[in-house]
């Protein structure tokens, strides 16, 4: 599985008044599917749906869907660079609309006075998953995991991917959302099958804990890729 980031440009920016305070939100488009985007994938609605659904649960109805300010290296939050709080996330269409709040954090007023000044920002979603090809389309695959709905960032239009492992993630046994297992992370692990056409690009390595069974499938490697 990989790091796969998306990203979307057009946000709204409110303000919010209670109590005598005003809070500034972006809401709009947070994640979109069955259509290819800008960095050719395409998510089925299913897939979708289910890990929104999951990630309401567990992130946004416990106040811990935490986004960040700028592109992260893996798919865990630092939470010196969060900047929002995700607190609305719900279905339109084959879209989801998203709503968060932005922090009195460093990063978060950052994002506020950046937007306040007129810098155009877009959110950037985070997950984990493989590529499967379907046809001419490059189709996220059902073992996708949404790790992050949006973080802010300054270049939305840009390709973004790449694959990451986070090097200081702690997680419980009940967490599965992450190849992590133990306490600090101890062991890293990965799937022991190979469904979908793979290309290894050159420059990049790619490496592996076998045994690996490769079906219906090309792994292409153009940089280098090991098994160990």
Do not use: W
Request: aromatic residues 6%; hydrophobic residues 35%; proline residues 4%.
């Amino acid at each position: 599985m990989k790091l796969i980031t998306e990203q979307i440009e057009d946000i709204e920016i409110l303000t919010e008044e209670s109590d005598g305070k005003k809070d500034t939100f972006i809401k709009g488009i947070f994640l979109q599917t069955e259509i290819t985007n800008r960095n050719g994938r395409m998510y089925k609605y299913a897939t979708m749906e289910r890990e929104v659904n999951k990630y309401n649960e567990e992130f946004v109805k416990r106040g811990r869907a935490l986004g960040e300010l700028g592109h992260p290296d893996g798919p865990t939050i630092n939470l010196d660079r969060v900047s929002h709080k995700i607190v609305e996330l719900y279905p339109e269409g084959t879209n989801f609309i998203g709503k968060a709040k932005l922090l009195e954090t460093p990063m978060g007023k950052i994002a506020k006075n950046l937007l306040e000044e007129g810098v155009q920002l877009g959110v950037s979603s985070r997950g984990l998953g493989s590529i499967k090809r379907e046809g001419t389309s490059s189709v996220v695959a059902d073992d996708f995991i949404l790790a992050t709905a949006a973080d802010i960032v300054a270049d939305p239009s840009a390709p973004y991917d790449a694959f990451s492992i986070a090097n200081s993630y702690t997680k419980s046994e009940s967490d599965t959302r992450y190849p992590f297992l133990g306490n600090d992370s101890i062991i890293r692990t990965n799937g022991n099958s190979i469904t979908a056409d793979i290309t290894i690009p050159s420059g990049t390595n790619g490496l592996s804990a076998g045994p690996i069974t490769v079906t219906n499938a090309t792994i292409t490697v153009n940089g280098v890729y090991t098994i160990v």
